[in-house]
């Protein structure tokens, strides 16, 4: 994760991590920039970069013991998998009941061999699921991409600019390309 100390040393706005610690001036907008870049990061590569709770709201359980495909990329771990019974009762499942595939670029989440989906009441939204996603490290390029799209935003402050202004060769997006998950299908 990119801190603020990080992205100030990065615009040169201190030299020390003392000096960033002390110049707080502009930390809501540094603040928002990280958060931009990250936001941007993940729209373009499609993976979760920073680690974060995730929540999918489904229309019900599959049949038997299909699989759930996982909207994220990496999912470290499932926190809970709530879900409304036929008689109309909420329910938990117990993470040890269920079983994370990690393999698939998009997680597969499924009951333990052996067993089946519980029934579901016939209405909108009645599973919960919430897990864990995000890489437990930023990619040192993507990292880099981040902190490059940081300066830009920072010294470019409007939506439009002056001069003759031209990406950066192998810049931000050639960074972030080989993190980039490509939907199929």
């Known amino acids: 994760m990119i801190t603020l100390t990080r992205a100030k040393l990065h615009l040169r706005l201190a030299i020390t991590e003392e000096e960033a610690t002390a110049y ?41 013991s299909d699989a759930i495909e996982l909207p994220w990329s990496p999912v470290t771990a499932i926190e809970s998998l709530e879900y409304i019974d036929p008689e109309g009762i909420e329910q938990s499942l117990d993470a040890e009941t269920l079983r994370l595939d990690t393999r698939p670029i998009y997680p597969l989440l499924a009951p333990q061999w052996g067993s089946r989906w519980p029934s579901t009441t016939d209405e909108p939204e009645s599973v919960t699921i919430t897990a864990t996603a995000g890489a437990a490290e930023t990619p040192p390029d993507v990292e880099i991409a981040m ?6 935003w920072y010294e470019n402050r409007e939506s439009v600019s002056s001069g003759g202004y031209q990406e950066v060769p192998m810049g931000v997006d050639m960074l972030l390309a080989p993190h980039r998950i490509y939907a199929v299908g």
């Open 24 to 64: 707080t001036d502009e930390d809501a907008i540094i603040q928002g920039l990280i958060n931009g870049a990250y936001q941007y990061a993940e729209h373009f590569t499609q993976a979760t970069l920073a680690t974060r709770t995730k929540t999918l709201v489904l229309d019900g359980l599959p049949a038997g």
């Open 147 to 152: 902190l490059l799209l940081i300066g830009h």
